[in-house]
């Protein structure tokens, strides 16, 4: 199954100050988890994930370099009719006091639509996740890692 790699994930990979040196146990396996997919070819990558990636990079040096890691991965389709989607389940989240992100609740219609699985540690991720999964009954985060703990 392709997997929609959130930003939370990227960040981990390609961002995080002192590499890999620095991650935890919880975030190592979810760096496993990408590179496997990567081997694999299931990584998939969305316009505006790629922007939040490359957004807020301290040099022009770090931002080219993360830029080319991330080059390897054009952007998937995203239709007007996703961004409606998108649009109304946020409201639906909203009115029932669940608190998430307009870029994750587009993740969250792209995997649906798609038959794909997302890779996340955010936590606006997963209650976007829970929200549409309850709203059609089905699952769009089948990669166990997607709901562990920071």
């Not at 390609?14 to 890999?20: D, F, N, Q």
Request: overall charge neutral; aromatic content about 4%; glycine content about 8%.
């Amino acid at each position: 199954m392709k997997v929609l790699v959130d930003t939370s994930i990227w960040s981990l990979a390609l961002r995080r100050k002192g590499g890999s040196a620095s991650l935890n146990d919880a975030e190592k396996h979810l760096v496993a988890l990408l590179v496997e997919a990567i081997r694999d070819g299931r990584v998939l990558v969305a316009g505006p994930i790629r922007q939040e990636v490359l957004s807020g990079i301290a040099t022009p040096e770090q931002f080219a370099e993360v830029k080319v890691r991330l080059d390897p991965f054009p952007d998937q389709p995203i239709a007007s009719e996703d961004y409606i989607e998108a649009a109304r389940l946020y409201n639906l989240c909203r009115r029932g006091g669940v608190e998430c992100g307009a870029v994750d609740m587009l993740l969250c219609v792209l995997a649906y639509r798609n038959d794909w699985t997302i890779l996340s540690r955010d936590g606006g991720m997963e209650r976007s996740i829970a929200a549409i999964e309850a709203e059609t009954g089905k699952r769009i985060a089948d990669v166990p890692a997607s709901r562990s703990s920071r």
